[in-house]
Structure formats: structure tokens, C-alpha cells
């Protein structure tokens, strides 16, 4: 029969090691937080170029305030194209990075990955990407779009 002396050192153990994993529980619960967190704010900065992206579809003069973003472009038309094309690509870009995170499963990526291989085929998604004006997207996700289009036949 065990001592009460030997009872308190079980019952001490017990208890550190509750804390023990309380501690450690919680750490990957902050870790997972920050993770999201940090998701969240690409995503809101994402959102933000896109909405200037957007007014630059509806009104193709606004533009013209960064030539340099459109002087490849001829026509309203090809502005918009240009810009449009630019949207597809930053809602990509927040599941490209969600993924990145561990936030999205890899089924969920794999079909967005096709449908963007589908959309890289076409001829206005080919000239944006060429297009030399300022692109700001996240630097990996950059080369992976390059190559993603290098891999990718065009339509005709």
C-alpha cells in the first residue's frame, strides 16, 4: 500500500505534467493564431490592391494616373483586361499564400491551381504577365506564376 508521502509525489507529477502539456497546448493554439493573424492581414493588403485594381476596370482613365502601368495598353479594352487579369491573379495569390500557411487543404489549392493553369492559357492573362509595368505580388509567388505560364500552352 502506497504512503501518503508517496501518494503527494504522484499526485505532483500528475499535476506537472497536466501543466506541462497545458503550456505546450497552448503554445501551439498562439502559434496557429498568429499564423492566421498573419494570413489575415496578406489578405486584407491583397484586398486593398485589388480595390484600386477594380476602380482602375470601372473607370480605365484612373489608369492613366501610373502610365507606365498601362502604356502597353492601346484601349479602354486592354485596360481593363489588364487589370482584370491582375484581380484573378490576387484572390490567387491569397489562396497560393493561405496554402503556403497551412491554411488551405491541398485538394481546396489543387482545384484553384487548375482553374488558374486554365485561366494562364489565355492570351490577355499572357500579355499582363509580359507586361512589364509594377506587379506587386509576393516575391515566390511571382516565379511561380512565371512558371506556372512557361508550362502552360497558350490558347489560341
Known amino acids: 500500500?502506497?504512503?501518503?508521502?508517496?501518494?503527494?509525489?504522484?499526485?505532483?507529477a500528475l499535476s506537472s505534467v497536466a501543466i506541462a502539456g497545458g503550456l505546450i497546448y497552448s503554445a501551439f493554439q498562439f502559434r496557429n493564431f498568429r499564423r492566421a493573424q498573419h494570413v489575415a492581414n496578406f489578405t486584407r493588403l491583397v484586398e486593398l490592391q485589388m480595390h484600386l485594381r477594380e476602380m482602375r476596370v470601372e473607370d480605365p482613365d484612373l489608369a492613366r494616373v501610373y502610365r507606365h502601368d498601362v502604356q502597353h495598353a492601346a484601349t479602354d479594352t486592354q485596360v481593363r483586361e489588364y487589370f482584370f487579369n491582375l484581380m484573378q491573379l490576387s484572390v490567387f495569390e491569397i489562396v497560393w499564400f493561405a496554402r503556403q500557411q497551412g491554411q488551405i487543404p491541398a485538394d481546396y489549392y489543387s482545384s484553384w491551381d487548375k482553374r488558374m493553369?486554365?485561366?494562364a492559357s489565355e492570351p490577355s492573362f499572357r500579355v499582363m504577365m509580359n507586361t512589364p509595368s509594377m506587379k506587386?505580388?509576393?516575391d515566390s509567388f511571382q516565379a511561380y506564376i512565371k512558371q506556372m505560364v512557361a508550362e502552360t500552352k497558350e490558347r489560341t
Do not use: V
Open 136 to 138: 506587386l505580388m509576393h
Open 1 to 12: 500500500m502506497p504512503t501518503i508521502q508517496a501518494m503527494q509525489l504522484i499526485f505532483q
Open 117 to 119: 493553369r486554365e485561366i
